[in-house]
Structure formats: structure tokens, C-alpha cells
């Protein structure tokens, strides 16, 4: 089963790696990772997407936690969040179809944000099932390339139910 | 007035760091990345600096310093070839959970990535082989940084750190500051048990009928080693131990049943497959100890204290895990269970067990054998020595006849399985050690693998045994041709290629003795050992195909167990 992994780690030179290697050596999946900055500049966040039985999982969120740089290690699988994902696909056009993916790129909700005489470049955002059927979509008309970011993903807030509580806590 | 900071050399603080955490002894070797450390160092008093004569030998000297003394060890070494022959054993640290601490020079920082002369990633290369690792940009981070190593080196579940120096920083200055306490939101290591699980553990102890512990090195790294002895003796508890558990309760108790697992005794695996209640304190349940894991104590509920979270569940599911030190932990288990449950029975079946099967070798055909010359070993030092094996056949049966009576006395390669590993940790074990005779065992083979350290041993005058089980071969390897791989002694033959290990001791300088005869090895051990100005060799040219019994083959059962070799008459 795929789970979702979001991991703070201590923004420093190294952290990155150490993690990917704690993956490599371990043989651990990664289907897709991705890291940015957080709210605090000395804090980053990991999204790290894997795959497996709830043994190997349960493996790699305490192989996770036991790097030293690890501050945080919150598995959002079954939990309630927002996922997303945002892809640049570069798409041959010809004369008679331009407009076709044009209204391919609006259903998705996407830009065109690039465009020459052979090709024309798409961004769409959305959870990875969404940037799945939008490549599902576009592949026969010839994807000349693609970049995806890898999933980044946050936990849903919790709705307080007035004001004065979320002002006291 | 606000008190100024003195302004210190990056070498000044490197050796102010070691002497504010206490450090004693560094294993090194200089090189052009690190001369500046040597340079200070010349001037250095509160520290011995031990010269090895290569890196490895090192790493396995602040191993075995550091498994010796429960102190971290300290390796200095310098750049590319330097650091990269610490390899070997940060990774043997790494797997026996050793707290030691390799600092690595490296070429200055405007030039890592360009190939530089003696350059290597030796944080890149050894990042999965280390608990954690620094590179030291900045002359500024170098007191935190070199605080945070020890501290990370030697909390928790130990394990080695690595320090890269580039040359620049070292030769930088800047205000000093050492600090007070570490501060590390991402390793806050479990100390305490959880009490609801203490309590519900000492409820499954106190109704068990055939309870059983079963010991790892995480009782001796925690110190626990009073507590568990407190706690078997006083309720009759058997007690099997895993190689590096070995010493943690003494082997000469009633209550001790020897090592578990492939070559592990007869009695302590049954026990382990028919016991109701298994209590592991500090183990791992290790392929070597578990053999099929499917089969592994089936009937039993599995009670696991471990203070690495990650050692729950990865190899066998237990029914109840305590996270946390083991000292703490059999303490507050000793306080809940007041009166001693009832084990006669299970005691007596344990009984049988060692009757059925006990540890046996051919004594009277005038050969001489290892078994033998370990059982005069362990008559002669009373089990009161610290015994430094190396890896292959040696070390199990070192492992099932000498009687460790005490924590920190059994010192081996038992994750990684190096080999060259005895000689260079019983160095380090001798820095640490000067009340106790300190031993080193290898075979043939393993001897020849870190050879270079006995002039380490000569010239410090350390009264070493080294011990040369000599059976011209491969000896396990061996025994696995001839067990599972048809007979094809494929390169573990070394009767024609081996030195005279005499002459070899003699030229190191040290006192050297070699007997093929049952009937020298006592009068050999009273001579030796009368010597202690220096370390002596000891070669014993033993019986050439013995093999280690029982054993269970890897990934079998105990029903698959091999007590002794086969006779080709009983095969048919």
C-alpha cells in the first residue's frame, strides 16, 4: 500500500542525503520525495511518497525517527490532508489539434505556460491521480517531456469550533 | 566587565574539546591533512596518543578500548587513504553498537570536489555505516560539533561518529566556547520504560511456567549486568545469552545456560523452543540467533526491551515491547515481582536437556584440540580474563567453553564478523585494562589480517596473549565446504602458505611459543603468562578438519541441528 511520510528535518548540510541513503540501504521504495523549506528557515519538510506491507512501514517511519536530524515524523496515510503535486507537460501539438489540448489543459484545470512551433508546455496541479489522468490523457498526442515535482502534503487543520478556544490554546 | 573569550587555533580547540570530555587515549595516524592536530599535539600532555600502523587497526583498538572500558573511544587519522581505512571498522562499531568517535582530516573546504590530492567523501562513503556524521565547515561549529559527537557516540544505543576536519578550519582561529549541554530536538533517546508495560511484563513473568531470558550486549552497554543478576538469582530465572551477551550474567551460575543460536548450547535453543514467556533484554533476535524466524520460540510470549525503537518488530513480532534502558527497566521489574514463581519443573526438563546433549570433543586420542586448549584457559584465568576472539571457528567454541563471569570480558566482532579484528581490539582492550590478563584469540587466517599491530602491542609493552589457533585452514569456511558445499575446500587450504608464526613473533620481539601437544599447553600457559613486561605469541597447531558442534544450519530449525559429524558408515 502506498503511504504518504511527512518528515521536518533539521535544514543542514547532509540531512538530505542521510535520509535517502537511510532508504537505499535499508531497500526501502521511494516513489517520490520531495523537500522545500518550512514556516522556519532552519526547519525543512520531506514528503516522501513509499510503498509496503504495514511491517516494512512501520520500519521506515522508526528508521526515519532514528536519524539524528529527524525532528518529526508523521505518517498522513488514512489521515485527512491536502496532497498535491504539480506537473510541466510538454506536448506536440499540429495545426488542427491546438485548441483540442487547450481544453484538455482548462478540464484540468491547468496553464499553458509555454509555447512554440512544435510544442506546447502544460502545468497542472493536483493530487497524483489527477496528474495521472491528465498524462493518460495527453500521451497520445505525443508528450515530448515531462518534470514532476513529487507530492508535497500537509495535514488538513482541524476545524476549532470558536474563536475563544483557538485563542486560549 | 563582560569576561572575554580566549581566542584559540582550530588544533588548540580540537585538543581542548577532547580534554573537557575526559578523553584519555587516541588511536592515530598522521598525514598531511591532520599535521597541523599533530603538530599541537607534540605539546599535548594530558593524553596518550597510541601510533597503529594502520587505520583499521585503529577503529578496532577504540573498539576494543571502548568495549573494555564502557568509555568511548577516540580515533585521529588523516585524510583520503586514512579515513577511508577507517572503514572496516566504523562499520563493525556500527553493528555492535561501539561508541567511538573518528576524527578525519580532510583537504581544505575550497577544495573538496576537486579530486584534490588525498581527498575522499569519507562522510559520503561512510554514511550508512555510522549513527550519525559531521563535516566541520566553519571553525565556529567545531567545540558544538565535536560536543555533539561524544554525546551522540555514547547515548542511546551507541554507535561510532565521524568527524570530517578540513585542514582550513583546523588552521582557523576563533573564540572559544565549550558548551555546557548538548541540545538535539531529532535525538532525544527513551530512557524510562513505559510503566503500564513495566507492570504488565511483570505479571506475564510472575504467572510464567517456563520463562526464559535471553541476554544481549545491550545489558553490558547499559551496565544492567547487577540487576539481572539480582533478578535471576533471586527467582531461579534460566538465563541464555547471545555472543555479545556473553559475561553479562556470570556463565558459572546455576541459572546460566550458555550461548543460543546457530552454535549455541543443546539446552539453551530447547529452552528457547518450549518456553511459554521469552524475556529479551537488549538482543536483536539476530539471523544467528533465530535461525528460521518462522520457527523461532513459537509457543512463547515475546516480552522485548530494547532502547532503539527500531529493533521492535524488524525480525521477529513480539507481544510486548518496552522501550527503553535495560538497567532501569530489570530494575523496576526486580521491585514488582516480590515472590519467586515456581520453575522445579522446568528447571528439570532444562536438566534432561543438558544430559542429552551435552558439549563434547574427543580427549583422549592425544591430539590437541581448541576445545581443549580453551577448557586449560579457562582452569588456568578462572574465567577472570578478558578474552579478545576474532571470527570463524575459534570464536564459537571460545563462545561455548570459556566461563565469562564478568561484563566487558567477552570482546568480538559478532554483527560485522571481521576478521582481523582480535588483534588490534585486544590492544585496545590492554590500554584500558591493567589488572586482568587480556587475551587475544585468532585463527591462522584472522591473524594475518591486521599482523601490522603487533608492533603497536611490542612497543607499548602491553602484556598480551596472542593466541594462534593454528589449523592450517579456513577453519569455518571449511566446515561449511564440507557441510553444505560438496566438499569443495576451494581456497581455504593456507597449510602450505602460512608463516612460521614463531619466527614471525620472534621478529616482532615478542616471546614466542608453538606446541601441536595436549600435554604442553599448561606448562606453555605458566611460562606465558609469567611474562609481563611485553606481549608473548602462543601458536597451538591443532587438529586440522575439527568442527564446531552443535550447529544449526542458516535459516533452519533446532530439529535440523548437527550435534557432531556424521559418519559416512551411519550416512547410507
Same mark, same amino acid.
Not at chain 2, 553444505?484 to 587450504?493: G, M
Given at each position: 500500500m502506498k503511504h504518504t511520510i511527512s518528515v521536518l528535518v533539521?535544514?543542514?548540510?547532509g540531512t538530505f542525503n542521510r535520509v535517502v541513503t537511510m532508504f537505499s540501504s535499508k531497500g526501502f521504495n521511494v516513489n517520490s520525495l520531495s523537500i522545500g523549506e518550512t514556516e522556519t528557515s532552519e526547519i525543512s519538510r520531506m514528503t516522501i511518497v513509499t510503498e509496503g506491507e504495514d511491517k516494512i512501514i512501520e520500519q521506515v517511519v522508526k528508521q526515519l525517527n532514528r536519524l539524528i536530524d529527524t525532528i518529526k515524523v508523521i505518517?498522513? &496515510?488514512?489521515?485527512s490532508r491536502v496532497e498535491r503535486e504539480l506537473a510541466l507537460i510538454s506536448v506536440y501539438y499540429q495545426k488542427g489539434n491546438r485548441a483540442e489540448i487547450t481544453n484538455v489543459c482548462s478540464i484540468f484545470r491547468g496553464n499553458i505556460v509555454d509555447i512554440n512551433n512544435k510544442t506546447l508546455t502544460l502545468e497542472i496541479t493536483g493530487p497524483p491521480d489527477k496528474i495521472d489522468a491528465a498524462v493518460n490523457v495527453l500521451e497520445p498526442y505525443g508528450i515530448k517531456e515531462m518534470a514532476r515535482s513529487g507530492t508535497v502534503a500537509l495535514k488538513r487543520g482541524e476545524q476549532l469550533s470558536s474563536k475563544k478556544e483557538s485563542l486560549t490554546t | 566587565m563582560k569576561e572575554q573569550k580566549p581566542i584559540l587555533s582550530g588544533a588548540e580547540i580540537f585538543f581542548e574539546c577532547l580534554r573537557r570530555e575526559k578523553v584519555e587515549i587516541v588511536f592515530g595516524y598522521p598525514g598531511g591533512a591532520v599535521l597541523k592536530l599533530y603538530e599541537k599535539l607534540y605539546d599535548v600532555d594530558f593524553l596518550k596518543h597510541i601510533l597503529v600502523r594502520h587505520e583499521q587497526g585503529a577503529t578496532h583498538m577504540a573498539e576494543g578500548y571502548a568495549k573494555a572500558s564502557g568509555k568511548t573511544g577516540v580515533v585521529l587519522v588523516t585524510s583520503g587513504p586514512g579515513a577511508t581505512n577507517t572503514v572496516t571498522g566504523i562499520a563493525d562499531a556500527y553493528m555492535d553498537s561501539v561508541p567511538i568517535v573518528v576524527f578525519t582530516g580532510q583537504v581544505p573546504t575550497h577544495l573538496?570536489?576537486?579530486?584534490?590530492?588525498?581527498?575522499?567523501?569519507i562522510v559520503g562513503i561512510t554514511r550508512p555505516i555510522t549513527k550519525h556524521s559531521f563535516l566541520v565547515r566553519n571553525i565556529d561549529e567545531l567545540a558544538s560539533t565535536i560536543k555533539k559527537a561524544f554525546y551522540i557516540a555514547s547515548t542511546g544505543r551507541p554507535g561510532p561518529v565521524l568527524v570530517d576536519l578540513p585542514k582550513d578550519v583546523i588552521n582557523s582561529v576563533c573564540e572559544f566556547e565549550y558548551p555546557e549541554k548538548v541540545e538535539l530536538r531529532g535525538y532525544k533517546p527513551t530512557l524510562l520504560g513505559h510503566q503500564n508495560q513495566i507492570k504488565k511484563a511483570a505479571d506475564i513473568i510472575k504467572n510464567a511456567k517456563r520463562l526464559l531470558f535471553y541476554v544481549g550486549g545491550g545489558v553490558i552497554m547499559s551496565g544492567g549486568h547487577r540487576e539481572l543478576k539480582l533478578l535471576a538469582k533471586e527467582n531461579n530465572i534460566p538465563v541464555t545469552m547471545t555472543l555479545q551477551g556473553l559475561g553479562a550474567f556470570p556463565m558459572?551460575?546455576?541459572q546460566s545456560l550458555g550461548m543460543l543460536g546457530m552454535h549455541g548450547t543443546y539446552w539453551a535453543n530447547q529452552a528457547v523452543n518450549n518456553c511459554d514467556v521469552l524475556v529479551s533484554l537488549g538482543a536483536r533476535f539476530d539471523d544467528r540467533v533465530t535461525g528460521k524466524v518462522d520457527a523461532f520460540a513459537t509457543n512463547a510470549y515475546k516480552i522485548h526491551v530494547d532502547i532503539d525503537p527500531t529493533c521492535i518488530d524488524k525480525n521477529v513480532v513480539v507481544d510486548l515491547p518496552i522501550v527503553g534502558d535495560v538497567k532501569h527497566i530489570l530494575a523496576e521489574l526486580a521491585a514488582e515481582i516480590t515472590s519467586p514463581p515456581d520453575f522445579d519443573d522446568w528447571w528439570s526438563q532444562i536438566q534432561k536437556w543438558k544430559e542429552e546433549c551435552p558439549l563434547h570433543y574427543e580427549k583422549h586420542d592425544g591430539k590437541l584440540r581448541t576445545e581443549y586448549v580453551l577448557d586449560c584457559l579457562n582452569e588456568f584465568t578462572k574465567g577472570e580474563a578478558v578474552i579478545v576472539t576474532d571470527v570463524g571457528q575459534h570464536q564459537m567454541w571460545t563462545a561455548q567453553y570459556y566461563k565469562f563471569n564478568h561484563p566487558r570480558s567477552h570482546i568480538t566482532s559478532g554483527g560485522l564478523g571481521t576478521m582481523g579484528f582480535s588483534v588490534p581490539a585486544s590492544i585496545g582492550a590492554a590500554f584500558a585494562i591493567k589488572d586482568r590478563p587480556v587475551i587475544s584469540i585468532s585463527g591462522d587466517g584472522g591473524f594475518q589480517m591486521n599482523i601490522q599491530e603487533l608492533v603497536t602491542a611490542v612497543y607499548n609493552k602491553?602484556?598480551?596473549?596472542?593466541?594462534i589457533i593454528n589449523n592450517s585452514f579456513l577453519g569455518m569456511v571449511r566446515q561449511w565446504q564440507e557441510l553444505?558445499?560438496?566438499?569443495?575446500?576451494?581456497? &581455504?587450504?593456507l597449510g602450505d602458505s602460512n608463516p612460521d608464526f614463531c619466527k614471525l613473533g620472534e621478529a616482532f620481539g615478542m616471546k614466542s611459543f608453538s606446541t601441536n601437544k595436549p600435554e604442553d599447553v599448561n606448562p606453555i600457559f605458566e611460562e606465558a603468562f609469567s611474562i609481563n613486561d611485553g606481549p608473548v605469541l602462543i601458536e597451538f597447531k591443532v587438529e586440522k578438519e575439527d568442527m564446531v558442534f552443535p550447529i544449526i544450519p542458516s535459516g533452519a530449525t533446532l530439529k535440523e541441528m548437527m550435534t557432531k559429524r556424521l559418519d559416512p558408515k551411519e550416512m547410507v
Open positions: 533539521e535544514n543542514q548540510f505518517d498522513l &496515510t488514512g489521515q | 573538496i570536489g576537486n579530486d584534490a590530492f588525498q581527498e575522499a567523501d558459572n551460575e546455576p602491553l602484556p598480551i596473549k596472542f593466541i553444505f558445499h560438496a566438499e569443495k575446500y576451494s581456497f &581455504t587450504d
